[in-house]
């Protein structure tokens, strides 16, 4: 098969997220399944057309991100004359292949599911103050529109919606979890026969399996997005019954900065503020590299994963690669990874003491974290690896094209 992926966000360039982890571990699988594969992506620099892992990729400069979905048209098609697509996977997010799929409709797109924007705003807006709220609702009356914005079951404006649309017109499209496809089929209304869920292929950097499960550094770990979304506002408000009991034990924050649920603070200030009597407690990060991220796993005994949701969690993959105690969210695709409490503790994000209550054990039980790793680490191994992920990638590709 001759496949395109096509996504803005590929690293090195623009590869900081989970789409972009995705595209470079799925294109390596059918690459080494002996598939033609090319991937067109972003950068903010630079136009080239380079081996980028073995994987034939071809880098469109851009201005902003918005530029991508118009210029990928033109590179595409001078390699289609080349030797043509058999078919073509995107993201649902911004659209991407929209265009692309207008100038070639007999190549069959795959559309896979991440987290659209509607349900990351959604959960962005979770804490905002009731007055907001109220506020948005009377002032779309006084427009002359009914929208009920937070508690809108649907999103009316899904026809304005391009991480709708492009879904829609996928000839199949992929989830990377139950609970993505879930979503799709409740608030989308998505036929559920159209999903197919294949988790997201992960194969852990040896340093990763190396790491010793055995740690008492008296370290917590959150990585991730500093925002509403990643859970930031529970697991604060967590640590602070963590460190009234055990004032000896850390947490350091992998991650940028971003907006908090207060207006005008970030979220880093607002964590600051909410534990300022817990100030030596706490480190913060901006963001490392992930061929750095053994060394903080390896001085880590937990971590926190206490997102609003993920339709899947590299970091709670790679935590689990790195044998390591997690306590994750049991709302989304992290809980098909974690189990009923089988390889992590999970918890309802929105309380505070179930994050608390699930920390504290793990304090208090090292060998609980050892067993929780040790399990954590084969189950990836087994599952996740790019033999299983691949033979049902490539055995749906190839229904699909014939």
Known sequence: MHIAYITHEYPPDTGKGGIGTYTLQMAKVMYNLGHHVEVFTASFNRNTTEKYNDILTHRIRIEQIVDFRNKVVDVFTLQHKIKKFDLIESPEIGGEAEILIQQFPEIPLVVRLHTPAVLVTRLQNTYLPLTKKIQFVLGAFLRGKIDLGFWS??????????DFLITKKAAIITAPSDAMKRWAVDFWELKPERIEVIPNPYEPPKE???????????????????NVLKGIVGLSNALHLVFSKYPDWKICFIGPDEASHIAEMSMKEWIQKKLNKFARNIEFIDWIDNNKLSKYFAETDIVVIPSLFESFSYVCAEAMSAAKAIVGSKIGGMQELLGENEYGLTINPYKPRQISN????????????????????????????EVAIGNQIEGLFEKLIK
């Open 208 to 226: 990763l399996l190396q790491l010793n499960s055995k740690a008492e550094y008296k370290q917590i770990t959150f990585i991730g997005r500093l």
């Open 358 to 385: 699930a920390i504290i054990k793990l304090i208090k039980n090292p060998m609980l974290r050892q067993q929780l790793g040790a399990k954590a680490r084969q189950k990836i191994i087994n599952e996740y690896n």
């Open 153 to 162: 079951r649907h999103d009316k404006n899904k026809c304005n919606d391009p």
